[in-house]
């Protein structure tokens, strides 16, 4: 027993909701330590910087790979998960290369930096592997099984979709309203099923996409605030990013979800277990 667990023990006896609720809350902020560090990087970093040669979007670079090193090293990820987290990294790369791109300009990186591809900096790639990253333990630690879920071939097809309609919809149609409904109906029946602590609890897998792309949307206001990057519109001054960026980050997270729930899928035929670490405590 850890001893964060020995401190909440009292509340599952006497009010075992709010101990289901507070281990809900834990387990989500260490879900997401990958994200809040890196994010918190950029904010303190916008706030203050000193004037050194070594340029702010550089700086988190090497601040974001520590963050990772620190994960693997204190045995909070896996070396399989390390890979699925690099490779959405790469995917994120190739799609920022484009959508950064003179003939395209989605957005900008309106700093100066040397470790850069194109108008790139290499940071950015670590933005999408936080959601990666919060996947994976969140997978972890509220023990996630599926009921209702599609075949994995049928959510593949969407995801793949999904990731294609960021590059094509500049010169076809967007399709991204119709892969939304699409995936709608395919994950209709889908319930997810987590345990806080000792209660296991379920809900609809849709609800799930919604608010964790919708505290992502937050997150990039956030960020944008922070001039980490901009939208057009923005160079003078900040302002909201629009609403029409969630259903963006809404098919992210089902493309992020597909792939942890394939490296599951492939886990429990290896019969392999990831890391055993949930929450940081000493066993007491």
Known sequence: MTSIEKILLPLSRSYPALHEFLWFGLKQAWACIFGALL???ILVTRLWYPDISLARYDFLVFYAVGIQFALIFLKFESWRELCVIFLFHLMAT?????????????????????LRIAN????????????GSYMARAWRGFHFSFTGFPPLWLAAVI???????????HYLPDIRWPLIMVGA????KTRIHYTPKNRTLKMPLLIGFCL???FIYLAENLGTAARAWQYPGQENSWKPVHFSKFTAWYLLMQLSFILIYALRRLEAKLGVQGPEKIIPGKAV
Request: hydrophobic share 55%; net charge negative; charged share 10%.
């Open 120 to 131: 790139v900096p290499l940071f950015t790639g670590f933005m999408y592997s936080a959601v």
């Open 185 to 188: 109906i395919v994950f209709r």
């Open 39 to 41: 994010l918190a990087g």
């Open 212 to 214: 964790v792309a919708f």
């Open 94 to 114: 190739a799609m920022e290369l484009f959508k950064t791109s003179d003939a395209i300009g989605s957005w900008s990186y309106p700093e100066n930096s040397f």
């Open 159 to 169: 995801a793949v979709f999904a990731y294609a309609n960021f590059f094509t919809h």
